[in-house]
């Protein structure tokens, strides 16, 4: 998928990869792409300062652990990550309904 | 599982130019991808190196921190905005004969010293390669930017014979600056780690 076109979504994606419970950087990676289907392969460059970015604005939290005598950190959604997450989602619903009826000429609003 | 020296290599290239718990982060990432292409089947040499050419070179990932960076965002915003904002005040004091002004000299070098400076640092942040000095170069840079429009703004409300549009333009443009430079300012202090 190309990268352009996941401007503007990161945020959502990653916060969506946290929804289910703790997850380290590599396992954010990881979910990514199964939850895909390997569609989505997000380079390293960006997942990582991603994951502070929405730390710094509070909407995950971040913890150190020792796992196999390395140094971890795990990021979990906060509940203003979890409301953050909500309405993106209620926003890419209505965008893509609205997308979707001007390329494919689907009914608006989608009543799928 | 002893670490594999190729990810000992890399994990030392972060920690040149990233801040320790940044490239520990990383490190474990790719200690865990390793660790995923073992157990797909291949030998620690090869799952290292197929690990590290999934997470890309370090390079890259030092790139993506620094793009990140409040210090580096700010420090291109104002680099970019510095002629026009420059260029006005320049025409405003010009119109207003400020060299006219009760200013010692002494200050007025101290005013130009200190501009220069600023701009050095700025430009420093925006070029640098290490995250920490991106970081140090922004964060003062910024500062010394803040000052700047500081006293540019009180000097020229106080002394200004007559204000005149061009001057209470440029006053309002290094207002909004300095806004959106406290701002930075008090993003990068509340970050320390990004």
Redesign the interface.
């Known amino acids: 998928m190309k990268a352009e076109l996941l401007k503007g979504h990161l945020d959502a994606l990653l916060l969506a990869a946290l929804e289910s419970g703790p997850r380290?950087?590599?396992?954010v990676?990881?979910a990514l792409r199964e939850s895909t289907g390997g569609q989505l392969d997000l380079?390293?460059?960006?997942i990582?300062?991603?994951l502070?970015?929405l730390e710094?604005a509070g909407l995950i939290a971040g913890s150190w652990s020792v796992?196999?005598g390395?140094?971890?950190?795990c990021y979990v959604l906060t509940e203003a990550g979890r409301k953050a997450l909500s309405g993106r989602r209620a926003d890419w619903r209505d965008f893509a309904a609205v997308i979707s009826a001007a390329l494919e000429g689907a009914p608006w609003p989608s009543t799928a | 599982?002893a670490e594999h020296r190729l990810i000992t290599a890399y994990r030392d290239d972060l920690l040149a130019q990233l801040p320790a718990?940044?490239a520990?982060?990383?490190?474990?990432?790719?200690?865990?991808?390793q660790e995923?292409y073992i157990g797909q089947g291949l030998n620690p040499d090869q799952a290292a190196s197929a690990a590290i050419a999934?997470?890309?070179n370090a390079r890259?990932?030092?790139?993506?921190?620094r793009?990140?960076c409040p210090a580096w965002r700010a420090a291109r915003a104002l680099i970019v905005t510095g002629p026009v904002v420059g260029g006005w005040w320049a025409a405003a004091l010009i119109a207003d004969r400020a060299w006219d002004w009760p200013i010692p000299m002494a200050v007025r070098l101290l005013v130009g010293v200190m501009l220069a400076g600023s701009v050095l640092l700025l430009v420093a942040s925006a070029r640098a390669r290490r995250y920490q000095q991106v970081r140090r170069a922004g964060l003062a840079g910024c500062l010394g930017l803040a000052v700047l429009d500081a006293c540019v703004i009180t000097t020229a409300v106080l002394l200004g014979p007559n204000l005149r549009w061009l001057l209470v333009v440029a006053v309002c443009v290094s207002a909004v600056r300095l806004t959106f430079v406290v701002g930075g300012l008090r993003?990068l202090v509340?970050?320390p780690?990004?």
Not at chain 1, 24 to 27: E, L, Q, R, S, V
Not at chain 2, 60 to 65: K, Y
């Open positions: 380290h950087g590599y396992a990676m990881e380079p390293t460059g960006t990582y300062p991603a502070h970015r710094a796992v196999g390395r140094r971890r950190r | 599982m718990h940044l520990d982060e990383v490190s474990d990432g790719l200690a865990d991808a995923k999934e997470f890309g890259m990932v030092v790139d993506g921190f793009r990140a993003r509340s970050q780690g990004v």
